[in-house]
């Protein structure tokens, strides 16, 4: 089993408490600061590590979209939506 344990109740009330404005880019997983990683698919999760990474995979796989797919259909990127 190579998953991560879930985050725990110190980490999840850090981030609670957290002043948002302040946090650039926290992990998926831990929700930790200026998380460096990006899952290579859609570009919008970020990650501390790998381990924070294959962690939070079970949920992220039903929710990844390729980011090509974001950007045709909902304009993400830019504001428009593509024709």
């Not at 089993?1 to 998926?28: E, F, G, K, V, Y």
């Not at 290579?40 to 962690?55: A, F, K, P």
């Given at each position: 089993?190579?998953?991560?344990?879930?985050?725990?109740?110190?980490?999840?009330?850090?981030?609670?408490?957290?002043?948002?404005?302040?946090?650039?880019?926290?992990?998926?997983?831990?929700?930790?600061p200026d998380a460096k990683y990006r899952c290579?698919?859609?570009?919008?999760?970020?990650?501390?590590?790998?381990?924070?990474?294959?962690?939070y995979h079970p949920i992220h796989k039903l929710e990844c979209i390729d980011a090509g797919?974001?950007?045709?259909?909902?304009?993400?990127?830019?504001?428009?939506?593509?024709?």
């Open positions: 089993d190579h998953s991560a344990p879930p985050p725990s109740l110190a980490a999840l009330q850090r981030a609670w408490n957290t002043d948002l404005s302040t946090i650039t880019r926290p992990c998926s997983n831990c929700f930790q290579s698919r859609c570009q919008l999760v970020r990650y501390c590590n790998v381990t924070c990474q294959v962690g797919q974001h950007q045709r259909y909902w304009g993400m990127f830019d504001g428009k939506k593509s024709e």
